[in-house]
């Protein structure tokens, strides 16, 4: 079965345990959802690729996504108090790897309860997970480049669009809320196991119409697949939801 094996975390699998993020912004205070890097205005998807991957390249755990039309939000890892936070953010400030900043609580961010976006944000995750149709499998991947496993591309697909989301799919089934396979909704999470019954080894997400997109396995790619199907449908291990 494709996915991390039975009952094996995937790599890097530790939930976060922070409680505070450091971004940076206007320094203007003019849009304080817009986030700059020294240079410029991020409403350039290069500027936040390029802010994104400096601070990556620092050892962080940055990562960056849409925020209304030509706007990109940077998020710059999970911190156990705001203390932790501010201290990095003024450590990078004071580097001129990013302007201002400010800091935000996970709850700010949450994994589920996003009851002001609803169905638009559903559709950007389903969008989200199509644009990496295609890439290949890689065990550990989180990204585009170096490739996915099926808990990284949640993990990727999440993030991109604002969302916490635990690393490893463990985490990831329980951090949601269960739901039936008939009341399946556009962004909710299908998981399986290898053995029917057995330890859940994959996930994949939800883009309607019984349809799933997923990493499947080395020597794969991400793909579309039929929850209908005999395979899948034998495998089946629940689902969960993470927006209201």
């Known amino acids: 079965m ?38 410029g205005s991020l409403a350039v998807v ?51 790897a990013i302007g201002d900043y400010f800091i935000v609580r996970p709850e700010d961010y949450p994994v589920y309860g996003q009851t002001t976006l609803g169905r638009a944000l559903r559709e950007k995750l389903a969008t989200t997970a199509e644009s990496f149709i295609g890439v290949d499998y890689t065990w550990g991947g989180t990204t585009r480049n170096e490739g996915f496993d099926c808990s990284g591309l949640v993990l990727a697909v999440y993030r991109l669009n604002g969302l916490s989301m635990p690393r490893s799919l463990t985490d990831q089934y329980k951090a949601g809320r269960p739901v039936s396979r008939g009341r399946l909704l556009v962004g909710d999470l299908v998981f399986f196991s290898a053995s029917p019954g057995g330890a859940l080894t994959h996930v994949g997400i939800c883009v309607g119409k019984n349809a799933f997109i997923h990493a499947p396995g080395t020597g794969k790619q991400v793909r579309e697949d039929s929850l209908d199907s005999a395979y ?3 495998h089946f291990s629940g689902a969960r939801t993470y927006l209201d």
Not at 9 to 27: E, I, K, L, N, W
Not at 52 to 79: E, H, M, S, W
């Open 232 to 234: 899948f449908r034998k």
């Open 46 to 96: 290069d500027n936040a690729r390029r802010l994104t991957q400096a601070l990556n390249d620092k050892g962080l755990d940055a990562f960056y996504f849409p925020q209304g039309p030509g706007l990109y939000k940077v998020r710059i890892g999970d911190f156990p108090t705001r203390t932790a936070a501010e201290r990095e953010a003024k450590r990078l400030r004071a580097e001129a």
């Open 2 to 39: 494709p996915g991390g094996g039975p009952g094996r975390p995937f790599p890097g699998s530790s939930r976060p345990a922070g409680r505070a993020v450091a971004s940076s912004r206007d320094p203007h205070g003019r849009h304080p959802d817009r986030l700059h890097d020294p240079g």
